[in-house]
């Protein structure tokens, strides 16, 4: 049965039926039942990562205190059906600037399926789940029912609610074939890849930020300390999807795929030094420059890859109509304050042959990164 990996309080939280919303950088097709893994590092807050509205919810609940004491860890804590996925939505659950997943019939586990390792993104657990009764007859009570109004005609669905069901039935079929069709490989590729461009994105990001702050560029002051707490909020979102070591490991990836292309990486700064001081000979701080435009080409690097992804998608589900992958809106924030950091809009030649070609090289070895989130 499908599962997906969320750390505590959240996963229990959503098990019991008071999170109705799951937080998410990325969009989902998928509709129906999920299992629901508690991680097996919980969030660092525990409880007091609610919010007072959450919290209120929560002390409704009659023993709350002791129920949410001692949540288990690396355990299958019960299921919940994802029925619709939006932005903007109303509930207190929801979180500005994510994908809300709206949850619906959790079912909590009596006991909690332990000893489950989790995985990125939705992921096949193999073995058996305890009996859920996830629509109720209702035949006892029609049995003690009192006598009545004449039952009204059955309503035909409109033709906009039999397309609805419809969609619903072939995207959650197309999610299914895309776990069938994949490898582990180009599943890596489609969901891991992506958060090792953002991490490089930044570290190059932070080194601008840093020159500028040596040369105390007041200017950029106040944007470095947004694009700062804009780089927090992206960790923390790390934080809810991945674990402990998974986060470890992109970051490690990240820096072993730097330090292995160092020569690459160095021509690749020359080059886009060399067309900052051709486009814009008179512009100081080159160097602050040079590193804000490097960390837009990985920015635009991610969405090349991204594209490739969807075509990969559509060509293994043989669907050209699937919804593409959207940019998370805290990288978008990231592209537009290294915008102003390179200060070059409109006079650096990002289509410059030996900017491309410095890019292409770099492409190709991070291509020939072998990615894995499993323990050997």
């Not at 940019?327 to 410059?352: C, Q, S, W, Y």
Request: charged letters at 25%; a negative charge.
């Amino acid at each position: 049965m499908k599962a997906i990996t969320i750390k505590q309080p959240w996963a229990s939280l959503i098990a019991t039926g008071l999170k109705d919303i799951e937080n998410r950088s990325w969009k989902t097709n998928y509709r129906g039942r999920v299992l629901i893994h508690a991680a097996a590092s919980p969030v660092k807050e525990g409880l007091a990562a609610l919010n007072n509205k959450q919290l209120f919810d929560l002390m409704q609940r009659e023993n709350w205190e002791t129920e949410f004491e001692n949540l288990p860890n690396g355990a299958i804590v019960g299921s919940v059906e994802i029925v619709d996925c939006v932005q903007n939505h109303p509930s207190k659950w929801a979180q500005e600037g994510f994908w809300h997943w709206v949850l619906a019939n959790p079912v909590l586990f009596t006991e909690p399926i332990t000893g489950v390792k989790g995985k990125l993104s939705f992921w096949e657990y193999e073995g058996e789940v305890p009996q859920q009764n996830e629509e109720p007859t209702s035949e006892p009570e029609q049995q003690n029912a009192e006598p009545a109004e004449p039952a009204k005609p059955v309503q035909v669905p409109s033709v906009e609610v039999m397309r609805e069901a419809a969609f619903r039935k072939s995207v959650s079929d197309s999610t299914r074939k895309m776990i069938e069709c994949l490898t582990v490989d180009e599943q890596m590729k489609v969901s891991f890849v992506p958060l090792v461009i953002t991490q490089i994105a930044w570290v190059y990001a932070h080194k601008s930020m840093e020159l500028a702050a040596r040369d105390k560029i007041q200017i950029l002051k106040k944007l470095s300390r947004t694009l700062k707490l804009v780089h927090q909020k992206y960790d923390e979102e790390l934080r809810r999807e991945l674990d402990w070591k998974s986060r470890t490991r992109i970051s490690t990836i990240a820096e072993q795929f730097m330090n292995g292309i160092a020569r690459d990486m160095k021509i690749l700064y020359f080059t886009v030094r060399q067309e900052i001081l051709r486009c814009a000979p008179e512009y100081p701080c080159v160097d602050q420059r040079a590193y804000a435009i490097i960390s837009l080409l990985f920015i635009s690097l991610l969405e090349e890859h991204n594209r490739e992804m969807d075509k990969l998608l559509a060509e293994k589900l043989n669907d050209s109509n699937l919804a593409p992958n959207v940019t998370n809106p805290l990288t978008i924030h990231l592209r537009t304050g290294m915008t102003a950091f390179a200060g070059v809009e409109g006079k650096f030649n990002f289509d410059d042959f030996n900017v491309k070609l410095a890019m292409k090289v770099v492409k190709k070895r991070l291509n020939e990164v072998e990615y894995s989130v499993i323990d050997e």
